[in-house]
């Protein structure tokens, strides 16, 4: 419907929907969003902690950059992130709301230890890590096809179903941990680590998952703009009409897509338990489930952002802790920041997209 | 009673940017009247009936509401002068009863009782001899009853003055009876009625007068009882205005596609094709008239393999000689058959390309699945891309540009460029040329003649009639997804075609 | 018995806030994964209200009624800036609800979190831990006669207020909802914004009204929580409630009548872990997982059958823009 003329009660303003701005003048708004994020932390942290904020920024950094140890583990946080967030992309791009990428990276953990605890020993070590792989890819693309199929056949509302799968997920991590007596002590839920079935160390702990998800972020890139499937999820997503119009089976490219949605997240999970943790439990995602939705969501889907948006986010969360060390306040604070950063992006993209109209003094206001 | 009309229109003119929706248009409604208000598509109808309900606000003229200079400025205003209109689209949330849809919205401060709304409800289907229950649910109605709603709602809210457009479009026979039986105790109570439409027999069956609009000017308000349906249709379309679209004549034709006897029905459960007939020949064009809405979509959708049929079939002969038929087959099946279909739809954002993709990857869309390698070749659709944007003069800054920021002439070419650029064998046009302008629209048509020069059966579905006599050699008419006639393209009158829209057959209109 | 049936009841309350806010905010079509995260807001509102009201006054000068009223007062407060925050994000500025709730949950958490580690440090506590227990024994009063009534006493007014005015709201809740005008336009805002609209409802009041209120009361889930259930404040105590409390959404077709049910059936999985004695431990996980399991079942079965009535409301996650009709 048009803007009803009204010359007794028109609003003071009016949003209208823009053409599109260049691409430029994009990023000069979300610049400036991030900066008045940073502005608006900045009071955050004076207000909570009465510090000095370039004394506290300062800190960040030293927390993020300061050792070359630090500055390993960043890149490997930042990896394991960016492996989630290029999982959950190439279903948001299908506008399948995948928010249970925590419950398929906690399913390719799983996976990954129960193979290990299994077949440890009676099989070589190389063989080991590649079953376990296998098997962590098998069970993070079986857990995203379950919600896929409802969704493909019943329309199931998949953000609801897959949140929910997070938490059976959880549930079956705490199961397995005393059905198969993993316990290092009867009744702690905890696990010792493995000694077998780890990820090879190259120069050091992190490098290869480092190059796992560099390799991973190529391919993601390469898969969603240069191949036939990737075209497909662009087209299911913009449109399923055109896709039914072109021949497109629509439900295959979603259960298809939630396939490899999963498995990635398996792949996630994988890293995780062989290349970093060895241990298992259910906090072993870490909510990156859930962040890697924020990253890959600022980042528009595009896979060489969501390097960008996943370090900064990283970014936060190592420089907060470093905040919280130096002047002993506790590691939430990094939780506070980032949902601050998140709220500013997320705000930026309605004067991308918007455009605000003052109201005119013509009589007609079409 | 005195002798103020219930409504009256002086010198309403709306224009929206350019095009001039109403000129200067005159109308009057009295008491207990029911008026038609008959017109072509684009006629300025419904835009002129919006201005009334308080969607859209005149830029000249005045409206008087007996005998009263009004302002309306919002379909508020318009309930407060007891107006109501019963729109195309009905505005009813799916989950609630009769009831409540009917109540939603209003705040007249009184205490919310469910039970005495319902009451008042059932008050106004026994005098008006409606048939709905008032607690059955939105989605379990039926689309008349979903009308009855939208009626009875109007009616709640104190109306006097019932605005009805193109209520019949989505009933059958029966129901449009119903209807016509409520309308008419509604006008012996003293309301007066505005209900527009294209179907001639309605007007004369139904209404007191009718207003005939044409191109956005009041044509004339006759009497029904002493017009007929060969005065109005002239009144409705007007003299035969030549385009000088080069025609050739058609040469080598052979039965390309053969449609026998489909039926289908939609969503609603709505019969929307019924036992339609047909066939398009090679190195012709075969226009398909009617009014919008008819039929023409589905039957287009049902041929490319996306609108399932109850019955009959559709038989592709190949140029080798093969057949096939293409019933029960989805696009991916057709297009593995070999069978070279192309087809331009309605809907050119939302079905046909893309909007937020290039014009490469838009060409894409077609050609993609070539080849076995699971990678895209973007080479051959950027070649003809680049192809299409110099020799269709499309006006984009590149061929990288999303094809949303492209006007509506430039999608279009984007479109058809691409379509016959598959070297169909059958070409589909779903109106081609409807937004485009004079430029844009012939070089659609010249494009669509080189095609059917080039031994491919062209189908145009179309709504200008002068384009339609101008451009086709067969034109077949559908009427509430019936066939009501063939003619020929080069001698038949516009009359003829226009009596056969508005839903009589052949042999009545001769 | 009345062990087991107190626990439930306990562990459901939560619960029933959380969903009964949730509920009201789904039904304006905004789906709000923020819950959690309000939750945590709502209950630590709550106790930075009371700390700071107790170490005001002093622990000898606590009025009752006061008390109280701070703690809630605070509590409302911090739920309703989270309520408003996510409302104009994904209300006026129509960003993305999942990605807007999401984020609220984690600001949320970490909200909780680090001033439940840090209150002591800024109101110059030297203890450690978050002793609530000079205000959240009033919190815990129980009505009076309950002592003499027996076993019904025991099942059904052994309770503080909070439990009571859990299940009123959530049975005003449905009552709106059903039975009133504004229940009727919140219904249709939720489900076809476009057709409000037309009809003159304000969509965009509304949906802030409904997601605010909606905040509040699911942040009163927290504040029970810590006030009622425990009396102390520990960080990540909550837990992953708030998740549960929007399975509890779909267990209960978006009906807070049918929550209150839900959540006690919820808190009594729960309690069956707990106080079955020769359980197994596996069998208590098992009985933990059977919620999200129900949840699911639910959703998949609501979406087979395909009656409307019960599906989350049409127009749930969508924002909407009057000129994109």
């Not at chain 3, 994000?89 to 609800?97: F, M, P, T, W």
Request: proline share 3%; charged share 20%.
């Amino acid at each position: 419907m048009s803007n009803i003329a009204t010359k007794k009660h028109e609003p003071l303003f009016h949003i209208v929907k823009r053409n599109a701005i260049p691409w430029w003048k994009a990023w000069i708004v979300r610049a400036i969003s991030i900066l008045l994020a940073v502005v608006v932390c900045s009071f955050v942290t004076i207000l909570l902690t009465k510090q000095n904020p370039v004394l506290v920024w300062g800190a960040m950094f030293k927390g993020a950059f300061g050792t070359e140890r630090i500055v390993w583990r960043l890149f490997r946080d930042i990896s394991l992130l960016l492996c989630v967030s290029l999982a959950v992309t190439p279903a948001f791009k299908m506008r399948f709301w995948n928010c249970g990428a925590e419950g398929q990276v906690l399913m390719g953990c799983l996976a990954t230890f129960a193979t290990v605890r299994f077949l440890g020993g009676t099989v070589s070590e190389p063989l080991l890590l590649v079953i376990s792989l296998a098997a962590a890819l098998i069970a993070g693309a079986v857990w995203g096809l379950i919600p896929a199929v409802f969704y493909a056949f019943f329309k199931t509302n998949e953000t609801l179903f897959t949140l929910m799968m997070n938490y059976v997920a959880k549930g079956l991590i705490t199961l397995s941990i005393i059905y198969f007596q993993w316990e290092n002590t009867f009744g702690s839920q905890i696990v010792s680590p493995l000694r077998i079935g780890r990820l090879p160390k190259v120069y050091n702990d992190h490098l290869v998952i480092i190059l796992t998800v560099a390799l991973i972020t190529l391919f993601m890139y390469i898969y969603l703009n240069y191949t036939k499937q990737g075209y497909e999820i662009s087209v299911v997503g913009e449109s399923e009409n055109t896709a039914n119009y072109i021949g497109i089976n629509v439900k295959n490219v979603v259960i298809r897509t939630m396939l490899i949605s999963g498995a990635i997240c398996g792949l996630a999970g994988f890293l995780l338990v062989s290349g970093k943790d060895g241990t298992v439990s259910p906090d072993t995602a870490d909510g990156r489930g859930f962040t890697a939705i924020m990253v890959s969501w600022l980042a528009k889907f595009n896979p060489i952002y969501m390097i960008i948006t996943s370090f900064l986010l990283v970014f936060f969360q190592f420089g907060s802790k470093e905040i919280t060390r130096s002047f002993r306040l506790n590691d939430d604070f990094s939780e506070i920041l980032t949902g601050i950063v998140i709220f500013f992006i997320i705000g930026s993209e309605f004067f991308i997209n918007y455009q605000i109209k003052m109201r005119k003094l013509t009589k007609e206001g079409k | 009673m005195d002798n103020t009309y219930a409504i009256e229109l002086k010198n309403i003119s709306k224009r929206f940017g350019t095009v001039l929706a109403n000129n200067n248009v005159n109308l009057s409604v009295k008491r207990g009247e029911i008026m038609a208000i008959l017109g072509e598509n684009g006629s300025g109808k419904t835009t002129l009936m919006n201005m009334i309900s308080g969607i859209y606000y005149p830029d000249e003229g005045q409206i008087f509401v007996n005998g009263e200079e009004v302002t309306i400025t919002s379909p508020k205003d318009a309930f407060n002068y007891s107006i109501g209109m019963i729109h195309q689209h009905f505005k009813l949330v799916d989950v609630f009863s009769a009831t409540e849809n009917i109540v939603l919205g209003i705040n007249d401060g009184k205490r919310y009782k469910l039970s005495e709304a319902r009451r008042q409800v059932l008050e106004i289907t026994e005098k008006y001899g409606f048939d709905i229950s008032p607690d059955k649910k939105i989605y379990e109605m039926s689309v008349s009853e979903k009308q009855t709603v939208e009626i009875i709602k109007v009616l709640y809210r104190g109306a006097d003055i019932l605005i009805l457009d193109e209520p019949t479009a989505v009933l059958t026979p029966q129901e449009i009876d119903k209807l016509f039986a409520v309308l008419r105790r509604m006008r012996d109570d003293g309301k007066s009625i505005i209900i527009i439409t294209h179907k001639m027999n309605e007007v004369l069956s139904l209404s007191d007068r009718v207003a005939v609009l044409r191109k956005g000017e009041h044509i004339a308000t006759v009497e029904t009882a002493s017009t007929s349906v060969s005065e109005l249709t002239e009144l409705m379309v007007g003299k035969k205005i030549s385009l000088n679209i080069n025609r050739t004549d058609p040469h080598d034709t052979s039965d390309r596609l053969v449609v026998s006897n489909i039926s289908s029905v939609n969503s609603e459960g709505v019969t929307v094709l019924d036992k339609v007939s047909f066939t398009a020949r090679s190195g012709e064009i075969l226009g398909i008239a009617g009014i919008a809405g008819s039929g023409q979509k589905e039957l287009l959708e049902a041929i490319a393999g996306l609108q399932p049929l109850t019955e009959g079939e559709i038989k592709y002969n190949s140029p080798e000689g093969e057949s096939f038929n293409l019933r029960k087959r989805t696009p991916e099946q057709i297009r593995e058959l070999g069978v070279r279909l192309s087809f331009v739809p309605e809907d050119r954002l939302g079905m046909g390309l893309v909007g937020s993709m290039d014009i490469i990857d838009n060409m894409m869309l077609r050609s993609y699945k070539k080849g076995h390698s699971i990678f895209l070749n973007r080479k051959s659709p950027k070649k003809l891309a680049e192809e299409i944007v110099d020799e269709l003069e499309v006006a984009t800054p590149d061929v990288k540009t999303p094809v949303r920021k492209l006007s509506g002439g430039n999608v279009q070419k984007v479109l058809v460029g691409r379509e016959i650029a598959a070297k169909p064998k059958v070409l589909m046009a779903a109106y081609p040329v409807r937004g485009l302008d004079i430029n844009s629209s012939y070089t659609i048509y010249n494009l669509l003649n080189e095609q059917k020069d080039n031994g491919v059966a062209v189908i145009f579905v179309g709504e200008d009639l002068d384009v339609l006599l101008d451009l086709c050699d067969r034109i077949i008419v559908i009427a509430s997804g019936k066939i009501t006639g063939e003619v020929d393209g080069r001698h038949a009158t516009k009359e003829e075609v226009g009596v056969m829209m508005t839903g009589n057959t052949q042999k009545e209109a001769n | 018995m009345t062990v087991f049936i107190q626990g439930a009841i306990r562990q459901a309350m939560p619960l029933l806030f959380g969903a009964t806010g949730e509920i009201l905010t789904e039904k304006s079509g905004n789906l709000n994964l923020g819950i959690p995260g309000i939750m945590y807001v709502g209950a630590i509102s709550g106790v930075i209200g009371a700390t700071i009201y107790e170490h005001t006054v002093g622990a000898e000068a606590i009025v009752p009624a006061l008390a109280v009223s701070i703690t809630l007062l605070a509590s409302f407060i911090g739920s309703l800036l989270m309520g408003l925050i996510y409302s104009f994000l994904v209300i006026s500025l129509r960003a993305n609800q999942n990605v807007t709730g999401l984020a609220l949950t984690t600001f949320g958490i970490g909200i909780g979190n680090f001033f439940g580690g840090s209150l002591t440090k800024i109101i110059g506590s030297q203890t450690a831990n978050i002793s609530l227990g000079n205000i959240s024994k009033y919190f815990k009063m129980t009505p009076p006669i309950a002592d003499k009534l027996g076993w019904f006493g025991d099942w059904f007014l052994s309770y503080g207020f909070l439990t009571y005015v859990g299940i009123i709201v959530a049975i005003i809740a449905g009552y709106v909802l059903k039975r009133t005008r504004v229940g009727l336009h919140l219904r249709a805002v939720g489900e076809n914004p476009a057709t409000a609209d037309a009809t003159g409802v304000n969509v965009t009041k509304y949906k802030y009204v409904a997601t605010c209120t909606g905040s509040v009361i699911a942040g009163l889930g927290g504040l029970y929580y810590v006030f009622e259930y425990t009396g102390n404040w520990s960080n990540n105590g909550f837990g992953d409630r708030g998740w549960l409390a929007i399975a509890l959404v779909i267990f209960a077709l978006w009906k807070p009548v049918i929550a209150i049910i839900g959540s006690i059936l919820f808190g009594a999985l729960y309690m069956l872990g707990i106080t079955t004695t020769g359980i197994s431990r596996e069998l208590k996980e098992v009985y933990e997982l059977l919620p999200y399991l129900a949840t699911i079942f639910i959703l998949i079965i609501t979406s087979i059958r395909n009656k409307k009535e019960n599906h989350p409301p049409a127009s749930l996650g969508l924002s909407y823009f009057r000129e994109e009709r």
